[in-house]
């Protein structure tokens, strides 16, 4: 009897092993990273409503392999705020996909675009350390344009918002193409907030949650393309 117990122990044991090690195989986790300000937390509406959930969830829906998110973000942000919270919090670079999307404080608190032309490219040059050091598996989301929003309009500075806003998303293109990294252009998304109001959060100020849908719609297809 202990000899048929002992033996079914044996069985038992080695049949765990294989199922662990099975499952070990079968799955991989990627990491995602999201840099960003209010445009990537999502300001205004659900904590999963914003464009980093959005698109984890539908990667996750994607595919057997599932996809982790972190975001590193804060309202107010400035390209100076988020190079001191990326020291402070110190990430590790071994993140499958890293996207960037940064700039939109420094034009409303009247920065010098300077700032923004000498603090951008040590951001990106970061987001791609995050990246095991690849920028093909990087992605800088373009500047949503609040212009086109009730409180842009409210403001009295909406073409002026446009207008800046533009130059800080054709400097970003150019660097990220500099460093071979992929832009996603989604601003004009948000420039149809006025015609569209269900593109534009409740605070009059944010993208939506149907917003961020279209943001993960566009960046879907590359970020697919990064993690498969």
């Not at 994607?62 to 001191?84: F, H, M, P, Q, R």
């Not at 609040?146 to 150019?174: C, H, M, V, W």
């Not at 004009?188 to 006025?194: E, F, N, V, Y």
């Amino acid at each position: 009897m202990k000899r048929i117990i002992c033996i079914l122990t044996i069985i038992l044991s080695f049949s765990c092993a294989a199922i662990k090690e099975n499952n070990s195989t079968e799955k991989t986790t990627y990491k995602y990273l999201a840099f960003g300000d209010s445009y990537t937390i999502g300001e205004s509406v659900c904590s999963d409503c914003n464009y980093p959930k959005q698109l984890k969830d539908t990667l996750n829906k994607t595919s057997k392999e599932k996809t982790s998110v972190k975001i590193i973000a804060k309202t107010g942000w400035t390209t100076t705020d988020l190079l001191s919270a990326i020291a402070a919090e110190n990430p590790s670079k071994d993140y499958d996909l890293v996207t960037l999307l940064i700039g939109v404080n420094n034009q409303y608190q009247n920065k010098p675009f300077a700032i923004y032309k000498e603090e951008f490219p040590k951001l990106l040059d970061m987001a791609i350390a995050f990246a095991k050091g690849k920028p093909e598996n990087v992605i800088v989301i373009s500047i949503p344009d609040y212009g086109f929003t009730p409180f842009g309009q409210k403001s009295g500075k909406a073409e002026k918002a446009t207008k800046e806003l533009e130059r800080y998303n054709i400097y970003a293109d150019r660097i990220a193409f500099e460093k071979g990294v992929h832009f996603e252009n989604i601003t004009p998304i948000t420039q149809k907030g006025l015609e569209n109001p269900a593109l534009v959060a409740s605070d009059g100020l944010h993208p939506s949650a149907v917003a961020y849908k279209k943001f993960v719609e566009k960046m879907f297809a590359k970020a697919a393309e990064i993690l498969r």
